[in-house]
């Protein structure tokens, strides 16, 4: 059974940067072989892709992030990270993990059947 474990979430100040983490475990198939995304929800809203990396290691970056956030793996692509610069107070969610072998459109939460529990981000002005 696959478990994601995030950390690094935080209270900021705007203007500030995090790093979160994702620890992956329980593959049952090769780790390099799945996407790995970084998702976020905050009250009241859906759950949105952020960013994320598909199996051949290309990244995809939400409109609302790029330049400024930036997705990457350790070499045996079971940790994923999540560079958050510049952060602004609409930033503020709760940020999730997500991975899975088949996905596609790799910022969309349906193509994910793995999920952590969570970080939580804050930022304030």
């Known amino acids: 059974q696959v478990q994601l474990v995030e950390s690094g979430g935080g209270s900021v100040q705007a203007g500030q940067s995090l790093r979160l983490s994702c620890v992956g475990s329980?593959?049952?198939?090769?780790?390099?072989?799945?996407?790995w995304a970084w998702f976020r929800q905050s009250p009241g809203k859906d759950r949105e892709g952020v960013a994320a990396?598909?199996?051949?290691?290309?990244?995809f970056y939400a409109d609302s992030v790029k330049g400024r956030f930036t997705i990457s793996q350790n070499n045996a692509k079971t940790t994923l990270y999540l560079q958050m610069n510049s952060l602004k107070p609409e930033d503020t969610a709760m940020y999730y993990c997500?991975?899975?072998?088949?996905?596609?459109?790799?910022?969309?939460?349906?193509?994910?059947?793995?999920w952590g529990y969570g970080t939580q981000v804050t930022v304030s002005s």
């Open positions: 997500a991975a899975d072998r088949d996905a596609v459109s790799v910022l969309s939460r349906y193509e994910y059947n793995n």
């Open positions: 329980g593959f049952t198939y090769s780790s390099a072989s799945m996407a």
């Open positions: 990396v598909d199996s051949d290691g290309t990244s």
